[in-house]
């Protein structure tokens, strides 16, 4: 009986751990060659996996629900269709083994930072693991091994997680301050203002009143909120805005957009053109097309650009144009097509979104004059596009003012305070709006 082993696929480089969603067969049936066999899920994309043979489905290690480290057997193919294995709670002692340990090992929060030789062993010795997500706070926060042992872990076999770090980083904080002001005279301490931390977010107790419904979050909605939450504790929001005249863009569009459906199949909006503006500006304002590390800034080379795309499960996803600047504006538009339309019917890859360095959110879609969003982490900066309007605009002509009817729309720029002052996130909005505003309304694509 020949049988072949299915693993848990990497989808990405950065992805460590993949959930089981759903799976589509059970032990005993027979499958063949790009077969659905299952539905998995990670913190960026959810994907169907196909069989890569014909068969029958021998044994299957891992049911749903199931988190499980990628290149992991899930399950056993007999490409020459024998008799099915009964299932069996204990999976084969190797396979069970490893599959143990590295399940164990798996947490909620994926990191692309890999521990070091000497943090490993050091992990062995002591008999206790931390993931890649908590080594990366504890070097960004300068802790020694010795703390990391010293805290309370609240996951499996009192894995330290990463909630338990941000609190003893926050006690000790707190601790410090405490101390700093006991030990300043009193004199002193009436000039100086001594930073201490804010008190723990008390729970907040919900009451539920006949007839209200509740509603579970979905995986998406809960990766989401944690991650709003995260942009919000690290970033320095401050949001700039401004209103630019489109009218030359609408005309053009008003012009072009039977043609170019009827030569390309497929539609032609506003956004491409706002897309090649922003990357005009991007290449002018460079600190805008950046990341924070610590105390390091990194400017990045590739111009990545993040559509927020809104879903019909009412969630939000962020596909990403890699090297946006390279393409002309047909090229800009039929990308945009494609991830927005790959968004939409669930066929993005794991690489579909990740990797932007600054993403643009279009609250013009829903008729929504201006926004504030959150800047989608670790960029600094979003760009947020609002509805066009038709408005009465004073107009300036050879021969006097006069009054006129033309399309305005606010553009919103969302940065981090922490690097990005007001005057350059200021000066970045107003060359965009110029971009927007010179455009040449005879221009053909």
Known sequence: MAQFELLMPKLGESIEVATITKWFVKVGDIVNDDDILLEIATDKVDSEIPSPVS?????ILYNQ????????????????????????????????????????????????????????????????YYSPLVRRI????GLTHSDLA???????????????????????????????????????????A???????????????????EIIEMDRMRKLIAEHMIMSKQISAHVTNMLEADVTEI?????????????????????????????????????????????DRIILRKRINLGIAVALPSG?????????????????????????????????????????????????????????????????????????IEKKPAVIETSTGDIIGIRHKMFASLTYDHRIIDGAYGGAFLRKLADYLEGFDGSRNI
Do not use: C
Not at 138 to 141: D, H, W
């Open 315 to 387: 969630n939000l996803i962020v596909p990403v144009i890699k090297d946006a600047d390279q393409y002309n504006l047909l090229g800009l538009t039929k990308a945009l097509n494609k991830l927005a339309d790959n968004a939409r019917n669930n066929k993005l890859g794991p690489d579909d979104i990740q990797g932007g360095t600054f993403t643009i959110t279009n609250f013009g879609t829903f008729r929504n004059v201006m926004g504030t969003p959150i800047i989608n982490q670790p960029q600094v900066a979003i760009l947020a596009i609002g509805t």
């Open 250 to 294: 609408v005309l053009w569009r008003n012009r072009i957009k039977d043609e170019f459906q009827k030569r390309e199949k497929e539609k032609i909006t506003y956004l491409p053109v706002f897309l090649e503006a922003t990357i005009k500006a991007l290449k002018d304002f460079p600190m805008i097309n950046a990341s924070v590390d610590h």
């Open 150 to 192: 010293s805290m309370e872990g609240t996951g499996i076999n009192s894995r330290v997680r990463k909630q338990d770090i941000l609190n003893y980083l926050k006690n000790r904080h707190t601790e410090h301050s405490r101390r700093t002001a006991d030990s300043t005279p009193l004199s002193e301490q009436t000039v100086t």
């Open 194 to 212: 001594v930073p201490t931390a804010l008190p723990p977010k008390p729970k907040i107790s919900v009451s539920i009143s006949a007839g209200d």
């Open 55 to 59: 068969g029958r489905i021998i044994k």
């Open 138 to 141: 504890a070097n960004q926060e």
């Open 65 to 128: 629900d199931e988190s499980v480290p990628v290149q992991t057997v899930i399950a056993i193919i007999d490409t020459e269709g024998g008799v099915a294995e009964p299932v069996s709670q204990e999976k084969d002692s190797a396979t069970a083994d490893v599959g143990k340990q590295k399940k164990e090992e798996s947490v909620q929060e994926e990191s692309t930072v890999q521990s070091t030789d000497q943090e490993k062993a050091r992990e062995e010795s002591s008999g206790r």
